[in-house]
């Protein structure tokens, strides 16, 4: 338990301190163009996580109407999210993990595999009853 909350503290202390030396070097490499990154990324940050607000919404809207509820649209919101909060904080490391986090594709669900309802014989209708 001693180790964990010690990983855990090395981690939150070196993620920041790892970010800070890596965006030195790259300032003294490129100039004043890390700056814009760190400015455009933070702006791209900001987009993808409004932008998966009102996806989230329209892709719950949709699977309510069907009658399903997604998990794939929330996870796919969540990561979405953390990779926008990981632009938005600044440095080149954490960029990368987002653009990562964009770049795989996520997990399918066997059941969410086919959106499409077949009219022609998916639904039989008629009535029931029990012979004993």
Same mark, same amino acid.
């Given at each position: 338990?001693?180790?964990?909350?010690?990983?855990?503290? !090395?981690?939150?202390?070196?993620?920041?301190?790892?970010?800070?030396?890596?965006?030195?070097?790259?300032?003294?490499?490129?100039? @004043? @163009?890390?700056? !814009? @990154?760190?400015?455009?990324?933070?702006?791209?940050?900001?987009?993808?996580?409004?932008?998966?607000?009102?996806?989230?919404?329209?892709?719950?809207? !949709?699977?309510? !109407?069907?009658?399903?509820?997604?998990?794939?649209?929330?996870?796919?919101?969540?990561?979405?999210?953390?990779?926008?909060?990981?632009?938005?904080?600044?440095?080149?490391?954490?960029?990368?993990?987002?653009?990562?986090?964009?770049?795989?594709?996520?997990?399918?669900?066997?059941?969410?595999?086919?959106?499409?309802?077949?009219?022609?014989?998916?639904?039989?209708?008629?009535?029931?009853?029990?012979?004993?």
């Amino acid at each position: 338990m001693l180790v964990m909350r010690l990983l855990l503290i !090395a981690i939150l202390l070196g993620f920041p301190l790892l970010e800070a030396v890596v965006l030195v070097r790259l300032s003294q490499t490129l100039g @004043w @163009w890390v700056l !814009a @990154w760190v400015v455009l990324s933070a702006c791209a940050g900001m987009a993808l996580i409004k932008e998966a607000r009102f996806a989230l919404v329209a892709q719950l809207a !949709a699977g309510l !109407a069907d009658g399903q509820f997604s998990i794939t649209a929330l996870t796919h919101s969540a990561r979405t999210v953390l990779a926008g909060l990981l632009l938005i904080f600044p440095g080149v490391v954490s960029d990368l993990i987002a653009i990562t986090l964009l770049l795989l594709p996520g997990p399918r669900v066997a059941g969410e595999a086919v959106t499409r309802r077949d009219p022609g014989g998916a639904i039989i209708e008629g009535e029931f009853r029990r012979s004993r």
